[in-house]
């Protein structure tokens, strides 16, 4: 069941991810302190990336199996997409009164998924608590610092061409 919850989970990021990519950009710019404006071209140079990483995560933890590095990844990236459901997705449309993109996919895929996903990783041995408790910190750490790194990456590479007059990418 765990192997079944991890691809799910991947294509739960994807989905989620999807969503964000087509509107968060245009919704960035009236999110005011929410959310930094961010480019089109930046942002789904990001997401995809993010989805990418889910797959290889869902992958290592199917090929290397149970207590592995995989395994962790996965559930550090899991645990990071379950705190994402409060933390942007329902705090930001609560307080501001305006959807957030990707709060629907948050709560109707990433919440049940993930859930399930750590639920049975812990019934079927494949992370411990220790473990989980010691990786799964760094995990989400991890992809913390690595978002605006690719962003920066995305901005580089793909600079949007259209947008605001002026605009300029750094």
């Known amino acids: 069941m765990f192997i079944t919850l991890a691809w799910l989970f991947a294509a739960a990021v994807t989905v989620h991810n999807l969503e964000e990519a087509v509107f968060l950009p245009a919704w960035s710019e009236q999110a005011g302190r929410w959310h930094r404006p961010v480019g089109a071209n ?71 998924v993930t859930a399930a996903l750590l639920r049975q990783a812990f019934r079927e041995g494949y992370i411990s608590a220790t473990g989980f408790a010691l990786t799964a910190p760094a995990v989400l750490l991890a992809i913390v610092l690595l978002i605006p790194v690719l962003f920066y990456v995305g901005r580089k590479l793909l600079p949007d061409t259209a947008g605001a007059p002026g605009k300029a990418s750094d």
């Open 42 to 112: 930046e942002f789904r140079f990001a997401v995809f990336v993010l989805v990418v990483l889910a797959g290889v995560a869902a992958l290592l933890a199917t090929v290397q199996g149970r207590e592995s590095f995989g395994a962790y990844v996965l559930s550090g990236y899991a645990l990071a997409m379950l705190l994402n459901v409060a933390f942007p997705h329902l705090l930001v449309t609560m307080v501001t009164r305006r959807y957030m993109p990707g709060t629907a996919t948050a709560l109707a895929l990433n919440l049940p």
